[in-house]
């Protein structure tokens, strides 16, 4: 795990919304949240409706080693897949949790700040928005994946 903290200009691109509704593996629709979960698509408000970004905009970054997680899981498991291997469910939460934690201590250091770690939904293109910073983003991953939340001041109402 390594958390990195970076000041970033979100690219905000309302049609990455739309990557909630590609299907992927048993979700032929797309994310089963998408349209029924608060805070996802197609009602979530976009990033610089919600957020002030003449103010710094921070990036909270969780780097994750993929790579040897599903080596290990090889290990423990000989007899399991590639995809077994690779399921998030083994190693989601851990690296979540890794992400809350820094998140928790970026808030204590930096009053007013909110923090949202769904962006996308938001329409901000994380991949975009870290690439200026030297953060390449895998998909599929193969060596890291990247767990990341957007902290930023909300606008005055």
């Not at 691109?13 to 698509?41: A, D, F, M, V, W």
């Not at 993929?66 to 000989?78: A, I, N, T, Y």
């Not at 820094?102 to 930096?110: D, I, K, S, T």
């Not at 996308?120 to 910073?133: C, D, F, Q, R, S």
Request: hydrophobic share 35%.
């Amino acid at each position: 795990m390594t958390v990195t903290i970076l000041q970033v200009d979100p690219v905000i691109q309302p049609s990455i919304q739309e990557l909630c509704t590609l299907p992927y593996r048993n979700h032929p629709k797309g994310c089963p949240n998408y349209g029924r979960q608060e805070g996802c698509p197609p009602n979530a408000r976009l990033f610089d409706d919600v957020f002030d970004l003449s103010r710094p905009v921070y990036a909270i970054v969780n780097r994750f080693d993929f790579k040897e997680h599903v080596d290990r899981m090889k290990r423990l498991h000989p007899e399991w897949s590639r995809y077994q291997a690779e399921c998030c469910l083994y190693w989601q939460s851990k690296a979540r949790s890794q992400l809350m934690g820094a998140v928790r201590q970026f808030l204590e250091e930096h009053k007013g700040y909110k923090v949202n770690t769904r962006a996308e939904a938001m329409g901000v293109n994380i991949a975009e928005t870290l690439k200026p910073k030297g953060i390449i983003i895998e998909w599929p991953p193969e060596k890291f994946t990247y767990q990341v939340a957007l902290a930023a001041m909300e606008k005055d109402r």
